[in-house]
């Protein structure tokens, strides 16, 4: 398994060490993934995408007949709270059998980083919606609740910005935003088509800080390059610690994407009216869904599947939420006002 770890190089050291670190997490993520799919019971089941069809319309989402993810995959936890404690009696990260470990990177993957991310685990997702899908979880054993924190948001970015195959895309539902396990985890997904949301127009709120309308209310800041990982993290997590005093659930998307006519990584954030509790259905607005990535379950849903029922799912999911003060608060606090 591999461990990176940190040294004091020059710049141009450091940045090649970083290189040759991401390039070996993707080539061992790759290999071990294919390897535990064919000779391991890692999984609840092989990845087996019946069907695929893009959907006429603005939104171009894709949609995957994948039938035994609705049927095989692990029942959802209760969530009562998007603060809700980590609870040890119930289903965890650190339960599941070894044979489900991808592998674990030790420290921070980019050598000039001056926060390390002790030791990250990539698992299997055993319930795969595409392949290569797996679950970073940052310091596995010391029982993390799913609340993101700036740290897994700067070990995002690292990785982002080095996965030399863009079909990569890192995604985070909140509890309440149909996270199904309380512990601390991302999702990695591998679609190789574009999604809508990645070359589309966004709008400046403030200082790199902008907004999408489309399909749905949502927040994207822009990483131009990996070293603004860390002013990028700090203004995040304002909007982080607001929601979730605010009691707001949140669905996070992690891509790359053109903007200004440059390449690079977009965050995207989601808020959402109420909570949801995530439960077995042919399909429910999380945020690969949000982002036009639908996997769906049920043979009848996948064959009279619309975007425009897809758009009436998705507002009705987020609800009726207050943008303009949503808006007005994050701008404040970006700006180091106090909200009252």
């Known amino acids: 398994m591999y461990t990176g770890t940190t040294t004091n190089l020059p710049d141009q050291q450091q940045f090649t060490s970083k290189i040759q670190k991401k390039i070996l997490v993707e080539q061992q993520l790759t290999e071990r993934w294919l390897e535990l799919e064919k000779n391991s019971n890692a999984f609840r089941y092989k990845l087996n995408v019946q069907k695929q069809k893009t959907l006429d319309g603005k939104f171009n989402a894709i949609v995957q007949l994948n039938t035994e993810r609705t049927s095989l995959r692990r029942k959802p936890q209760v969530i009562t709270s998007i603060v809700q404690p980590f609870d040890e009696n ?16 030790h420290d921070q993957l980019n050598a000039k980083s001056s926060a390390p991310h002790g030791i990250v685990t990539f698992l299997v997702n055993n319930s795969p919606l595409t392949k290569y899908h797996s679950l970073i979880c940052p310091r596995v054993n010391e029982n993390l609740s799913q609340i993101m924190n700036k740290e897994c948001i700067e070990f995002a970015i690292d990785l982002m910005t080095g996965l030399d195959d863009h079909g990569y895309r890192l995604g985070y539902n909140s509890l309440g935003a149909f996270a199904s396990v309380n512990h601390l985890h991302l999702h990695l997904i591998h679609v190789p088509e574009k999604l809508y949301l990645e070359d589309a127009e966004i709008i400046e709120m403030s200082d790199n800080v902008f907004k999408i309308e489309f399909p749905t209310f949502a927040m994207c800041m822009p990483v131009f390059h990996w070293t603004d990982r860390e002013a990028v993290a700090n203004k995040f997590m304002k909007i982080i610690t607001y929601f979730c005093e605010k009691s707001i659930p949140h669905n996070i998307f992690i891509t790359h994407g ?14 959402r009216s109420s909570m949801s509790d995530k439960h077995v259905a042919s399909f429910n607005i999380a945020f690969c869904e949000l982002v036009g990535y639908v996997p769906v379950g049920d043979v009848d849903v996948y064959e009279n599947l619309t975007e425009d029922f897809l758009l009436d799912k998705i507002s009705t999911a987020i609800g009726p939420i207050d943008r ?15 909200i009252d």
């Open 258 to 271: 053109r903007h200004r006519d440059t390449n690079l990584v977009k965050i995207f954030i989601f808020p």
């Open 90 to 105: 119930v289903f965890n990260f650190k339960k599941v059998n070894e044979c489900e470990i991808l592998l674990r990177c």
């Open 324 to 338: 303009q003060a949503i808006e007005a608060d994050i701008l404040k606090l970006i700006s180091n006002d106090i």
